[in-house]
């Protein structure tokens, strides 16, 4: 019987990160700094607010684009953080993670063949996405330039086909930003071609030296662009499942209609926990901030020390570190990390060929992990180059 599958599903790979997890979990003692979720527990007031919806008996279905209160809250959050002004009843649909808003929009406007341009190195959850959609990635190699897309790039990868631009900044896998003026530059760019554009904003709140800017902020460009963000990152909520949408009103009312039939609605327990993550949680984003910024800092200073580059992370918590890789491919470099030095790292190709050569090392971890984890790669970088 499967060769009555979809042969759209039946062509997706497994995830490289997934690929190199199943390679490597047999073997003891690793100092693991590869997760992509933050290590905290979700702050106890978020906790107390989903215990309370379940008491309460605030468990059936919500509106299907989301409770009002939370959308109103989301309303006013990425105005007062990102200066951003999208209306609660037409404008704004909470959704399951960030990943379901992707797959929504992402379904609401590709149309078999079309092309959608995306940065690599990349977040490996686009690419199927825009498959199953029917339409084709297009990925465009940044790494020369600083890891960071442009309105040059995105020129030069243009066909008659290209429906939309993904712009996920700051980045997962780099950790990389765009600056206000970057940003700019391809609005210009946006406009001159109307394409629509999915700015994956997800790690938004996890920036360090300056403010965040979305691109939603400028005027031009607000009826291309759909806002993906949620509190997984921020708010230490992953599990929880809640993330939302932000698009102009004509948009958002085809993008529900995929969103209803899809999953109704998010988990209205859930919903009530996010409620109180964007009102009376802002805090705990703020704290669990100043934390990867101190952990940041420390993992540089090592990598610098050891002689290694990297991206120069301005957010997220990754850091994307060159590898000597001295004959090998990046996975099996990976791999040999992993059985010499008990250091696991996610292998750079995880993130598209663009990534080749480079590991990310996530910070998501304890300051005593990640010494740990650093001493045992810095030996291995001493011994690798006396061999
Ligand atoms: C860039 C990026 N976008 C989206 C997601 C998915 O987020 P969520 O857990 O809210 O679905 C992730 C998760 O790692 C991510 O790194």
Request: hydrophobic share 40%; with cysteine.
């Amino acid at each position: 019987m499967e060769h009555l599958i979809n042969p759209k599903v039946k062509d997706i790979e497994i995830s490289g990160i997934r690929r190199f997890f199943n390679m490597v979990s047999h073997y003891e003692d690793i100092v693991a700094m590869t997760i992509g979720q933050p290590d905290f527990p979700t702050p106890l007031s978020i906790k107390k607010a989903g215990i309370q919806a379940i008491e309460n008996n605030q468990t059936s279905y919500t509106h299907n684009a989301g409770m009002l209160s939370l959308r109103k809250a989301i309303e006013q959050h990425v105005h007062h953080f990102y200066q951003l002004s999208y209306k609660a009843e037409e404008e704004i649909i909470v959704t399951v993670g960030a990943s379901q808003a992707l797959d929504i929009t992402l379904r609401t406007i590709i149309r078999q063949g079309d092309e959608v341009l995306l940065p690599g190195p990349v977040y490996p959850g686009y690419e199927p996405l825009i498959r199953l959609a029917g339409g084709k990635p297009v990925f465009i190699d940044t790494s020369e330039n600083g890891f960071k897309l442009t309105g040059d790039l995105i020129e030069k990868n243009l066909t008659s086909k290209t429906k939309a631009v993904i712009l996920p900044y700051p980045s997962n896998p780099t950790g990389v930003t765009l600056s206000e003026t970057e940003l700019r530059e391809i609005t210009n760019v946006l406009e001159k071609h109307k394409l629509f554009l999915l700015a994956d904003e997800i790690y938004s709140e996890l920036v360090y030296d300056q403010p965040h800017t979305s691109i939603a902020s400028f005027p031009s460009v607000r009826d291309q662009v759909i806002v993906i963000n949620g509190v997984s990152k921020s708010h230490s909520m992953t599990g929880w499942r809640i993330g939302y949408l932000l698009a102009p009103s004509w948009l958002c009312r085809h993008i529900l209609k995929v969103h209803q039939y899809n999953v109704s609605c998010a988990a209205s327990i859930s919903q009530h926990a996010a409620l109180e993550a964007l009102t009376n949680g802002k805090k705990d984003a703020i704290d669990m901030r100043e934390t990867y910024k101190e952990r940041r800092k420390f993992v540089v200073e090592r990598l610098s020390q050891m002689g290694l580059d990297y991206a120069e992370p301005d957010g997220a918590f990754y850091v994307f570190l060159q590898m000597p890789l001295n004959g090998k491919t990046t996975f099996e470099r990976a791999v040999q990390l992993v059985e010499e030095a008990g250091v696991a790292l996610v292998p750079g190709d995880a993130f598209s060929e663009y990534g080749q050569g480079y590991m990310r090392l996530s910070y998501a971890y304890s300051m005593d992990t990640l010494r740990k984890g650093l001493d045992r790669l810095e030996r291995f970088i001493t011994l690798d180059s006396s061999r």
